[in-house]
């Protein structure tokens, strides 16, 4: 959310699925399904602290994390959110709950529980990378006996698991199961196997699945390939939309339905916590295949929402809106093109020139993540804050 009331006004909010939508369809864009967490994110320290020592961080963020990541960002990117999570009846879970309904995110297939403990982890950001500590019990009734019935929707969100296939009639997939059943498209990512097993399992899934966004690690240990090209090949054998984020290296994909086939370099920032960058990107990608956008299109858009979110503290909260990619577009635009990593950026980028000019002035923004009794510090007419132009990374 953006401003300082508990509900966005209209005339703040863009569709970008305005020119597609019909009487007949789904109210809900994305439904997502998952644990929320209360994350609590230190930045800024120079090394992890030794034993018998404390260390000081630069920086502190706190705000919903888990599902509430892909929820956040789908619902800033102007997608009509609805998500299924458990909630405890402790002021973390308050917090969260409250966070999310200012988020435009609907709650009404969740639930609280009473004497149920929000799950919360701590995540601490060293030399760009992070360390988590998680503190949870697993949710008093399973996804489906907790969801009901799940809402008509254009797609829903998933993470694939080997212990609870989907179409299987597994307790805590049947929910997904009667969303495609109903015509949803499931966009499916995957967790890191701690086992190292990598099951067969996973990829078996797909066969049910629209489109499937490991990073390029995941991808190549499930297809036991060396590189991400051939893990993106082996995977687009397997499901319409093949997609591989491979860090620094950027990303590629083949989306087998129309044909095409891109890849896309990094962005290069200043990223001071990597949390939930994965989550937006996602939501960044399934924006654009829901607005049909060209391929190229879909994934520079994404890896632009996550180089901003990892800019700021938070998973959720750095998620960017549409406020935000605009302030960034008009900055870029305004920047001499004296060299060719700025001419690029420009060229890549141009087809926002279309898309922000729809934008309204008081578009959503990102909010201050800090355990506050709004998201958003920032009023709709407030500046935003100066976010360091991206360049090409050569």
């Known amino acids: 959310m ?17 020119s597609l939508r019909r009487d007949d369809d789904p109210v809900v864009d994305v439904f997502v399904q998952g644990m929320v967490f209360l994350d609590i994110i230190f930045t800024g320290l120079a090394a992890m602290p030794k034993s018998g020592t404390e260390v000081w961080a630069d920086g502190m963020g706190s705000c919903p994390g888990g599902i509430a990541n892909l929820a956040v960002a789908a619902s800033r990117l102007g997608l009509n959110t609805s998500l299924g999570a458990a909630f405890g009846d402790d002021d973390y879970g308050e917090f969260c709950w409250r966070s999310l309904e200012q988020e435009q995110v609907d709650l009404s297939r969740s639930e609280r529980y009473p004497h149920w403990h929000t799950p919360v982890t701590v995540s601490v950001s060293v030399g760009g990378d992070r360390r988590m500590i998680t503190h949870g019990h697993d949710a008093p009734q399973s996804a489906t006996e907790m969801i009901g019935t799940v809402p008509r929707a254009r797609s829903v969100l998933l993470d694939l698991d080997a212990d609870r296939p989907l179409g299987h009639g597994h307790p805590e997939r049947q929910w997904a199961e009667q969303a495609a059943a109903e015509g949803a498209l499931l966009f499916a990512d995957v967790g890191w196997d701690p086992t190292g097993k990598w099951s067969p399992a996973v990829l078996a899934q797909l066969q049910h699945c629209h489109a499937f966004m490991p990073n390029a690690v995941e991808a190549m240990a499930y297809t036991r390939t060396d590189s991400a090209h051939d893990a993106l090949y082996a995977l687009a054998d397997l499901v319409p939309l093949a997609v591989v984020t491979n860090g620094r290296d950027g990303a590629l994909a083949i989306d087998s339905a129309s044909g095409e086939e891109a890849s896309v370099p990094a962005l290069r920032v200043n990223a001071i916590d990597p949390t939930g960058a994965g989550d937006v990107f996602d939501a960044g990608m399934l924006v654009g295949s829901l607005a049909q956008w060209p391929l190229l299109d879909r994934m520079n858009f994404a890896t632009l929402c996550s180089s901003l979110a990892v800019q700021e503290f938070g998973g959720s909260l ?23 990593a700025a001419r690029s950026v420009q060229r890549r980028f141009a087809f926002l020139d279309d898309l922000v000019a729809e934008v309204p002035p008081g578009a959503v923004r990102r909010a201050a993540a800090t355990i506050a009794k709004l998201s958003d510090a920032q009023a709709p007419d407030t500046p935003p804050p100066s976010t360091p132009l991206i360049e090409e990374t050569p």
Do not use: M
Request: overall charge negative.
């Open 318 to 340: 750095a998620a960017p809106g549409w406020g935000d990619l605009t302030d960034w577009w008009q900055r870029v635009r305004r920047q001499p093109t004296s060299n060719a």
């Open 2 to 18: 953006s401003g300082n009331d508990d509900e966005v006004p209209v005339d703040h909010l863009f569709d970008p699925l305005a």
